[in-house]
């Protein structure tokens, strides 16, 4: 079965500093992977996502996520966090080979960026 | 161009009566999902509609939900007899096309409607 872990509830970095959201899957095949962001009393937004190729990904606001097939992982990273990217990140998966079109949410990590 | 929209963008009700919640798609997106987010939790899949195909309602927590899609663009979640647990945001989102295997299109959100039953 498709699942996506967030295993952080809450990540707080100070404004400058790098940040990391984790996010973990599992899929019978080949993933793609999406990173969406909510902001406060706002729909998702879709930041960035794997498909193929480079396992580096570069996405909106400075964004990027790196594809890690052996720890079948794709953490979500910006080099200076602005107060502004204080919000709701949520990861998703589905199976490239699996017709079913539905994506697997994780629960989402609250990302607070302290002045 | 436009995005998704969601009307309205709250709403609250008594326990036992119906609402009806509406979203327009971004207009050409043949695909059109439903999802519900409660407090501080993910997003739960509802239904999904992919041009003039039979929905996939296999989302809906019970048949108290339901959803329309008139003329492949404005859909219509209608939730009968509203309970307490019914409270979340519900958010609509749209893309070019669903989600077949090989197909990558992500999903448009608009910004939800917060339903509170009391």
């Known amino acids: 079965a498709q699942s996506v872990a967030q295993p952080e509830d809450q990540v707080n970095v100070a404004e400058g500093n790098p940040l990391t959201v984790k996010c973990t899957y599992s899929?019978?095949?080949?993933?793609?992977l999406f990173w969406y962001v909510q902001y406060p009393n706002r729909g998702l937004q879709f930041l960035l996502k794997?498909?193929?190729?480079d396992n580096l990904v570069k996405g909106s606001y400075g964004f990027e996520a790196e594809f890690n097939k052996s720890q079948t992982s794709f953490h979500l990273k910006k080099p200076s966090a602005l107060v502004s990217d204080s919000a709701l990140y949520f990861c998703a998966v589905r199976d490239r080979e699996d017709s079913n079109y539905q994506l697997i949410w994780g629960a989402g990590t609250k990302l607070i960026i302290k002045p | 161009g436009a995005g998704v929209s969601q009307s309205p963008s709250n709403k609250v009700t008594e326990k036992g009566k119906d609402v009806e919640l509406r979203c327009d798609p971004i207009?050409?997106?043949?695909?059109l999902y439903w999802y519900r987010q409660s407090l501080g939790q993910g997003l739960e899949f509802l239904i999904y509609?992919?041009?003039?195909?039979?929905?996939?309602k296999s989302g809906l927590p019970s048949d108290r939900f339901s959803a329309e899609r008139t003329g492949g663009s404005v859909s219509t979640l209608t939730i009968q007899r509203t309970q307490q647990e019914d409270s979340a945001v519900y958010l609509c989102a749209s893309s070019l096309s669903g989600f077949r295997a090989g197909s990558t299109l992500e999903q448009y959100f608009g910004p939800g409607t917060r339903l509170t039953v009391t």
């Open positions: 207009s050409g997106h043949t695909a």
């Open positions: 794997y498909i193929t190729g």
């Open positions: 509609f992919q041009g003039n195909s039979a929905p996939d």
């Open positions: 899929v019978s095949g080949n993933p793609y």
